[in-house]
Structures are given as C-alpha cells and as structure tokens.
C-alpha cells in the first residue's frame, strides 16, 4: 500500500524542519544505480531552489543535517542554484548564519544567490504585509537588504513583496488617493530608497530581483507596480504557481502557469528570469508536474523551486487512480523504477521523494523545450494596472485557444481585448484605428459594455443589453437560413447582445426556446472586421460548451494561427514560430481531439512517428487543410513538427 503523506501546508514543513523533525529525510536511498551519478544539467533552463530563513537557520545549527539533506536532494535532482533566505515573518538571520551556510553551497559548486520575504510576524495563512508607513518596518527592510547584499551579488525578493496594511499611519499618508495609488506609489520610493539603495551601497555590484506572484488582475491593489516596478529592478521572476483551481481561493486555471510568464516576458522582454513553482494545494502528482512542465513551454530560461524541504518530502501519488494505469506523460510506476527500485513496498525499493518528481517530470519538459520556437497564440492587449473579465484569456487557453498578452497594442493582424482594455482611455480610437487599417480586433461583451456609450456607438450600433439569457441549444450560420446545429448543453446563462439585422451578423447563436441569442457577432468597420465574444455570465461554462462549439470560436478566434485545435474544453495548444506545437490534457480521462493546419504531414518529437493528414474543409482565403486526429491522455502532453 503507497503511504500518504500530504498535502503539508508549506509553512508547517518548514516549521518541522526549523524545530528538527523531517520524516522523509529519513526515507531510504536511491537504489544503488541512480545514486551512482549525479544528475546531469537540463539542456534549456536551469533550476534553482529556494531556502526560507528557519530552513536557513538549522543548516547553520547543525551542518550535518545540511550536508545529509543536500546529498539526498543533489543525488536525485540537478540544481545550479540555491536562494538562500534572511527574512520571513518576523524570523531573521545574521552575517554569520549566512556566510556559513553559503560557504557549504559553494564548496558544492553550486551557484548562491539571497532572499527575503518580506512579511510581518504572525498572519500565517492570511498574509500581512510590513507596514511601510511605520519607521521600525522600513528601517527592517533597508537592513535586510543591506544583509543580504554583503554576502551575494544577487538576491530576490519573494512574492509577499506587496502593502496590504490599513493603519492608522496608512491611512493618514494615503489621503484623498486611492488605496491602489498610494501603495504602488509608496511601493515604487520603498523600492529605490529602502531596497535598491542599502543594497547598493553595501555592494555596488549588487543586482535585485523582484518576484511577481500569480494573482496579476489584483496587483495594483496590493502595490504592485507592472508599468513601473521592472524598470526599477534590472531583474523580473514569474509566479507560475497554479495549483488546484476548485478547492483554493485563487481559482486559477492551470494554463496561466504557462501564460503568466508569457506576458510578463513581454512586460520585460529578455530580462524574465525565471518562474516559480510550489507543490501546495494539490491532489495528485500530475498537477504538480503539470506546472513545471508548463513553465518550461513558455520558454522560461529557468525555473524556482519553493522550497528546499518539500524536495526532501515522500512523493504521495494522491488521488490519480483513475488515470493512474494509462500511459501518462508522468508516470508514477516508471518513476519509482527509476529512482527507487520500484514502488514503496517492494524488496529493496525506497519511497520517491518530491525531488524525484521533479527530475523526472523536468527530463520530459526538458527533451521537448529542445526543439521548441518562439511562442506565439491570439495577440491580446491588456493594459498596465488593469482589471475586469479577470483570468479569461486563461479560461480561453483552456478552452484550446492559444494566448500570448501584452501590456501594449500589439503588432497583430488581429488582435483580441477583453473589459480590461477598458482601462485605456485611447481604446475606441485605437480599436478604430486597427479596423480602417484593414486589421481584426475581436473584443468581449464585458468591453463592449463598458465603452459602448463612451464613442463606441460610431464604430458599432451592437450594445450589452441588461438581460442574460439560458441556452441550451447552439446553431452556427452566416447570414439567412437555418444554420448547422453544434449540439446541446446544460443552461449556460450569456448577456443579450442586441445588434440591427443586415448590418451586424450572428455567425454563432445559442437558442433557449425560440430565442435566439447572439454569441459570437461580426461588423465590417472600415477595411476591418470587428467581433464581439458574448462572455457566459460565469466564465467556466466555456468549459461546459459542446466541443463543436468551441471548434466554431476557435475558427475565428485563431485563424491567422498555422494551427488549430478541435475537441473539448480543458485540452490546450501552445504553439511556436519554428513550425512545433504541443497538446496538453487537464483532463482525467482521455480526450479525442483533432489538429487542422495546411500541412501534409506530422512527426511526433518524442517518438519520432510521421502521420500523413487527412484533407479537412476549410474556407477559401486558407487554402489547403489537412485534420490529424490525435489521442490525449489525462493530465498528458504531446509535442509535434509540422511537415
């Protein structure tokens, strides 16, 4: 019987490891013949791991739990770097902890770089922040800082980098602004004078980097400065982090472990260090791995792994039974033979750790990443500090439609915006401007809500109309006649989009009874064509639309991409300029789908396979189509060159 050992909430392990007590540090070797050589580097990223201070702290106390514990982690995983930490929580450390600690690292040829996480003391679970109206706080950070900058020539900030207090002293320096102007602006000046320049004069070499967390639609709110903050800090890092969607506060779709980094590379292109993976919050094994692999799609030049601990931690499989005997991309059976010698409980077998899953799951990604482009996907404009459709281009990439963002008006044929555009107070003129140009700009019913009576009325007589309707039913049709029935659902409720007959043009409906109700509408504006997306009122319920449906937005939502997915909704498509793509399950089960392109043939870069397509019907303007049907197994990813 495999042993369950989690989830662990983060701050307990590391609260066990501060006062001693690490079971699976006691687990068993590697078998004899994976102990025997130490992992190689990955070919395309390198990894890194984060060490948090009371971790930091007991590898200063007792040398021979750091040496014991780095030799099972480095035995089983490669790691080029390690962040070793000062500050969390009220708990610091000094000069001597950190020189002693570091000096190990070295002697082990591995590359050191510092942290801190700049938390108050106590606030666990709910974070809360130091308070940077308050002397005592400022005066902790500028110190840390300078700590840190004595001993290492780079350090990071840790993602609770954020003002969430609402002090007497907060609220007296705020005035009349908004909570969202005061802390970026207050973030901004701690940035330069209480980080950037203690550090700087402790070691004018130093570089500091600042770690963005996952929850970008809400950044402005906790001071977090995207327009400002990566000019400051030569240096940004992403948040991939997605976890388990429907049992954490944060419901993010696990696409956004791979969009998130996208978009901040396009925030700071060249200079995105890196994303930055937990093992929090998960059911099984598979999520885990997912979100390491999907980093490594997006390109990132390498990966953080928090925290040091949880790599020592017995790798639970969790509740992957019903997937658990097909041939997953992670394999748990053949990753136990690897490592362990088979699983837990056989003769001479030992219990795989977190860190074995990370290797393991890091050599699939890595054998992939080699042959991999430059990412592209529907260009999408979302604007500096914005907010409204939060999360949707990452429900659409769930739903099988490549995203790749930016946070200004891309250089696209076509160009897609959700309510968040409405932040631009140039947007109508924008989006006027790309259609006379001749260009597509497709936006959300949540936008054109929001500027329809702000001069949007002279590019469109479309408007958001104060009903939502249920559908059940769905007909694709251009112009009179019955139109192609799509299939059946359960009652989806969508905003009534009122339009004029003849001038505007329904190319996709939802029927409830005999209502008709507009769900992907087209206007000619200019040389251009604009679309607008009616939003489900709840904007999971694109995952609850039939597959012929999504196949039918997806022909217009990505047809200036050289590849489009057909089938159900949680499978995704991440393409590459070099001709490459890759198909990923968030399914548990397996999924069916089909990929359509004007290419003849396809060659699997994993097994090396061809397969010869099959002509697919396709509108006039894309010439020859071919369709390729393409079996996906749960929680799966498969990679392909066009031919």
């Known amino acids: 019987m495999l042993r369950r050992s989690w989830p662990i909430p983060a701050a307990l392990l590391i609260l066990a490891a501060t006062m001693g007590v ?99 003391a106590g606030h666990s679970a709910q974070f809360q922040t130091l308070d940077y109206t308050v002397p005592h706080d400022r005066e902790l950070a500028s110190r840390m800082s300078a700590l840190l900058a004595r001993h290492f020539d780079t350090f990071v900030l840790d993602d609770l980098y954020f003002f969430n207090t609402k002090s007497d002293s907060d609220i007296a320096a705020k005035g009349k602004q908004s909570w969202a102007q005061f802390r970026m602006r207050t973030m901004d000046e701690v940035s330069r004078d209480l980080i950037l320049k203690p550090a700087e004069a402790a070691n004018p070499h130093v570089k500091v980097i600042i770690k963005f967390p996952n929850f970008y639609p809400f950044f402005q709110e906790m001071g977090f400065d995207l327009k400002n903050e990566p000019q400051i800090f030569p240096e940004i890092w992403t948040g991939d982090e997605t976890r388990y969607a429907s049992t954490t506060d944060q419901q993010l779709r696990p696409y956004e472990s791979y969009e998130i980094f996208r978009y ?9 260090g890196g994303g930055w993976v937990d093992p929090i919050a998960m059911h099984d094994l598979d999520r885990y791995a997912s979100q390491l692999w999907d980093t490594i799609l997006a390109k990132a030049p390498a990966i953080n792994l928090f925290e040091y601990t949880d790599l020592l931690r017995i790798a639970d499989p ?29 003769p001479g077998a030992s219990d795989p750790l977190l860190a074995d899953v990370v290797e393991y799951s890091l050599r699939k990604a890595d054998d992939i990443a080699v042959a991999l482009g430059e990412p592209v996907g529907l260009a999408t404009y979302r604007p500096y500090d914005s907010t409204g459709e939060d999360f949707l281009p990452e429900t659409l990439g769930m739903a099988g439609i490549p995203i790749e963002m930016y946070p200004q008006w891309p250089r696209a044929k076509t160009v897609f915006l959700t309510q968040a555009a409405a932040t631009d107070r140039n947007i109508v003129p924008e989006i006027e401007r790309h259609l006379r140009g001749g260009d597509n700009v497709i936006i959300t019913s949540g936008l054109l809500r929001a500027i329809q009576d702000k001069g949007f009325d002279q590019v469109t007589d479309m408007r958001v109309t104060r009903n939502v309707v249920p559908v059940t039913r769905y007909v694709e049709g251009f112009g009179f006649g019955g139109g192609t029935v799509l299939g059946r659902s359960k009652p989806v409720l969508f905003p009534l989009i009122h339009f004029y007959t003849n001038e505007e043009w329904a190319v996709l409906r939802g029927i409830d009874a005999q209502a008709g109700v507009p769900l992907l509408l087209m206007d000619r504006y200019g040389k251009g064509e604009l679309y607008v ?10 995952y609850s639309l039939p597959a012929p449906v999504l196949n039918a937005l997806r022909r217009y939502l990505t047809a200036d991409l050289p590849v489009r997915l057909e089938g159900p909704a949680q499978v995704s498509l991440f393409e590459y300029g070099n001709g490459t793509f890759v198909v990923e399950s968030y399914l548990d089960h397996p999924a069916a789908v089909r990929v359509v392109g004007g290419f003849a043939h396809l060659t699997d870069l994993t097994t090396g396979a061809r397969s010869d397509g099959e002509p697919a019907p396709a509108a006039p303007a894309a010439g020859t189509q071919f369709g390729y049907e393409l079996q996906i197994e749960p929680h799966s990813l498969r990679a392909f060159r066009v031919n």
């Open 22 to 120: 690490c079971g699976p540090c006691r687990a068993a070797p590697a078998d004899a013949a994976a102990a025997s050589a130490a992992p190689l580097p990955f070919h395309r990223f390198k990894v890194t791991v984060y060490i948090p201070v009371q971790v930091v702290q007991r590898m200063a106390q007792d040398p021979a739990w750091m040496r014991s514990s780095w030799q099972t982690i480095s035995s089983k995983l490669h790691v080029d770097q390690v962040f070793i930490e000062d500050y969390r929580s009220g708990v610091s450390t000094d000069d001597a902890t950190l020189a002693r600690v570091k000096r190990f690292f070295v002697s082990q040829g591995v590359a050191v770089a510092g942290g801190m996480a700049m938390l108050g």
């Open 264 to 272: 901040f590379e396009n925030i700071a292109p060249g200079r995105n």
């Open 318 to 346: 969790g509740n992957r039974a019903a997937w658990a005997r097909l041939p997953t991309t992670f394999d748990y059976f053949d990753m136990a033979r690897r490592c362990c010698g088979g699983l837990p409980g056989m």
């Open 533 to 542: 997306v009616a939003v489900p009122e709840e904007m999971n319920d694109f």
